[in-house]
C-alpha cells in the first residue's frame, strides 16, 4: 500500500483499500466546509459542499451496507444503527442549515459533528469491518 497522504490521520487507515479511499473523499470533504465557511473555499459555496457531503455519506454508506450483507458479517446491525444515527445527524445538521441565518454557524457545527463522529467510527466500528473484508480478501 502506498503511503497515505494527509487527508486522514494515519491511524484512521484500516488496510483496505475500497474504504480507506472513500474515507479520504469524506475528509476532503470535511476540509472543504471547513474552507468555505466565511467564504474562504476554492470557489465552492457551503451549501454545495453540504450536499456533496450528504450525498457522498449515502454513497459510502450502502458500500459498507453492500459489503456486510454480501459477507455475512455478524455486526451488520450495530455497524447499520451507527450508520444510521449519522445520517439523523447530518440531517438535523442539514435543516438547521436551511432556517438558520447565520450559515457559518452551522456549518462549523457540522464540520465538528463530521470530524469527531467520523474519527470514532472509522478507528473503532470500521476498523472492525475491515479486518473483517480483509480477513476474506473481500475488495
Not at 488496510?15 to 479520504?24: F, K, S, V, Y
Not at 469527531?116 to 472509522?122: K, V
Given at each position: 500500500m502506498n503511503e497515505p497522504y494527509e487527508y486522514m490521520a494515519a491511524a484512521l487507515y484500516l488496510?483496505?483499500?475500497?474504504?480507506?479511499?472513500?474515507?479520504?473523499i469524506l475528509f476532503v470533504c470535511y476540509r472543504?466546509?471547513?474552507?468555505?465557511?466565511?467564504?474562504?473555499?476554492?470557489?465552492?459555496?457551503?451549501?454545495?459542499?453540504i450536499s456533496?457531503?450528504?450525498?457522498?455519506?449515502?454513497?459510502?454508506?450502502?458500500?459498507?451496507?453492500?459489503?456486510m450483507q454480501s459477507t455475512d458479517?455478524?455486526?451488520r446491525d450495530m455497524h447499520i444503527?451507527?450508520?444510521r444515527r449519522l445520517?439523523?445527524?447530518?440531517?438535523?445538521?442539514?435543516?438547521?442549515?436551511e432556517n438558520e441565518t447565520d450559515k457559518n454557524a452551522v456549518a462549523i457545527d457540522m464540520?465538528?459533528?463530521l470530524k469527531?463522529?467520523?474519527?470514532?467510527?472509522?478507528a473503532v466500528v470500521d476498523r472492525l469491518l475491515a479486518q473483517h473484508l480483509n480477513s476474506l480478501n473481500y475488495t
Open positions: 488496510g483496505h483499500p475500497g474504504i480507506d479511499a472513500q474515507h479520504e472543504e466546509l471547513m474552507h468555505a465557511v466565511g467564504g474562504h473555499g476554492d470557489g465552492f459555496e457551503l451549501t454545495d459542499v456533496v457531503i450528504k450525498s457522498y455519506v449515502v454513497t459510502h454508506f450502502r458500500y459498507e451496507e453492500d459489503a458479517y455478524l455486526d444503527a451507527e450508520h445520517e439523523k445527524g447530518l440531517l438535523s445538521l442539514s435543516e438547521r442549515y464540520a465538528g459533528f469527531e463522529w467520523l474519527s470514532h467510527h472509522i
